[in-house]
Structures are given as structure tokens and as C-alpha cells.
């Protein structure tokens, strides 16, 4: 655990929905770019299964180009990699209050 935050982490697609799919998760972290499928695609699986967890997406790329891809799949945001990294784990913390706050209602984002 650091910062307050416990993660759970895994390089394969299949076991990050049995994750989503059998334990609580708070808020789900995901790349854009991973190398089986990427980060959009796993999205919309999660959300073809029902799982309709927090999602806020990384990249290394830029962000205009798949802002409105992110927020179609009704992730909280996207975030840059290059973010300081104090910065980012304090942007995920706002991002995921947000959520919590805004039940039921339309989130603030990170766009």
C-alpha cells in the first residue's frame, strides 16, 4: 500500500476481469497502449460483462486525440503519463472522490 492506495495489478486482460468480476474494486486504472488488447477494448469488455466499475485511462499519447472515445465509454477521465508523480496519484484520488460524490448524477471529469 502506498499513498493510501492498494493496488492490484496484472499484465493479462482475462485475469483483470475475474478480478473486476470477484473482488471489490474501487477504481480501475487502465493504459490505452497494452500489447493483447488495448485499454479501450478492455473497457468495453468490462462493461459487455456488466462490470461497471470507475475507470480513469493513462497514456503516453495525446489526449485530445481519445477524449471522446474515453468519455463514451463513461470513464471518470484520461491522465498523461508524463503527469509529476505525486501529481497523478493525487489527480486519481480527486477523480475517484468525485465519483463517490456524484452517484446517480453526472460526474465531473478529468477531460
Do not use: C, N, W
Not at 46 to 67: C, N, Q, W, Y
Not at 83 to 97: F, H
Amino acid at each position: 500500500m502506498r499513498d493510501g492506495i492498494q493496488a492490484e495489478t496484472t499484465a493479462y486482460p482475462l485475469e483483470g476481469i475475474s478480478i473486476l468480476a470477484s473482488q471489490t474494486v474501487d477504481l480501475v486504472v487502465i493504459d490505452v497502449m497494452m500489447p493483447e488488447i488495448d485499454g479501450l477494448d478492455f473497457v468495453r469488455l468490462m462493461r459487455s460483462l456488466d462490470l461497471h466499475h470507475p475507470v480513469v485511462f493513462l497514456t503516453g499519447a495525446d489526449i485530445e486525440h481519445i477524449k471522446h472515445e474515453v468519455r463514451g465509454l463513461g470513464a471518470l477521465g484520461v491522465l498523461s503519463k508524463t503527469e509529476r508523480k505525486g501529481r497523478l496519484s493525487e489527480r486519481l484520488r480527486e477523480l475517484y472522490q468525485q465519483s463517490q460524490s456524484s452517484l446517480g448524477a453526472a460526474a465531473a471529469s478529468a477531460f
